[in-house]
């Protein structure tokens, strides 16, 4: 049981350059999440779902865009890269039993660095 | 809005010492969570608990303890006798009731504990 898998782990990028930050789980969890840690600092909320097809924003959309065609997969993806998104990336996720929230788990992060 | 304060930016401890990092959090909720978690030099979050603002029953996990004081907005962590392994970054997170389901964390800054030998 793998749990939540992000790749990469490591990426650096020109400032203008795109990509996408990979995360799968495979728990079955309904809710995911996508935070980011800037140095010294705790995680912020970029975008949440609460199941495949339903996207929000969260503190710090700006920058990024979200999808969730399943209920594995949430990539996150920096169209126009900028040293601000130097940051490390954490994918998360949690499931629902009743009104109540379980199991929530996070990835091992990448760091992206935009030079 | 919510806002988590861990206002104890870096603490050094001898080992076997016993240790407090205080969480003070502000939410308009009455229904929320608090968390704790640990980040370790290798840079995971580990989980340590999760607590729900009707439980206020004070938690002991091993050398772990919390507690939860709603009079104050407090939820604060007691490491007992202190080791080595315990050196990490300490991150206390507070959820609002959940908005179908999902949980939103917000985080305080973290307070980074060493532990010398």
């Known amino acids: 049981n793998a749990g939540v898998t992000q790749t990469p782990k490591f990426r650096i990028l020109k400032i203008g350059q795109s990509m996408t930050l990979q995360c799968a789980q495979d728990?079955?969890?309904?809710?995911m999440y996508w935070y980011r840690q800037d140095p010294g600092m705790g995680l912020k909320l970029i975008y949440y779902s609460v199941g495949a097809g339903i996207t929000d924003k969260g503190e710090v959309p700006n920058g990024y865009n979200v999808s969730r065609s399943t209920t594995e997969d949430f990539p996150l993806r920096l169209e126009l890269a900028a040293p601000s998104q130097t940051s490390v990336y954490f994918c998360?996720?949690?499931?629902?039993?009743?009104?109540?929230?379980?199991?929530?788990?996070f990835g091992s992060g990448t760091r992206l660095t935009v030079v | 809005a919510q806002k988590v304060t861990q206002a104890q930016t870096e603490i050094s401890v001898v080992e076997k010492e016993d240790v407090t990092l205080d969480c003070v959090y502000e939410?308009?909720?009455?229904?929320?969570?608090l968390f704790w978690y640990k980040q370790p030099p290798s840079g995971e979050l580990v989980f340590l608990i999760r607590?729900?603002?009707?439980?206020?029953q004070n938690e002991i996990s091993g050398r772990y303890s919390w507690n939860f004081q709603k009079s104050t907005s407090s939820f604060n962590f007691t490491i007992t006798a202190s080791q080595v392994v315990d050196s990490a970054v300490y991150f206390c997170a507070l959820s609002e009731a959940e908005i179908q389901g999902a949980q939103k964390l917000v985080f305080g800054q973290g307070t980074r504990l060493t532990i010398n030998p």
């Open positions: 998360a996720s949690s499931y629902s039993a009743g009104r109540e929230s379980y199991g929530y788990t």
């Open positions: 939410t308009r909720d009455t229904t929320y969570y």
């Open positions: 728990m079955n969890h309904n809710y």
């Open positions: 607590r729900n603002s009707f439980d206020e």
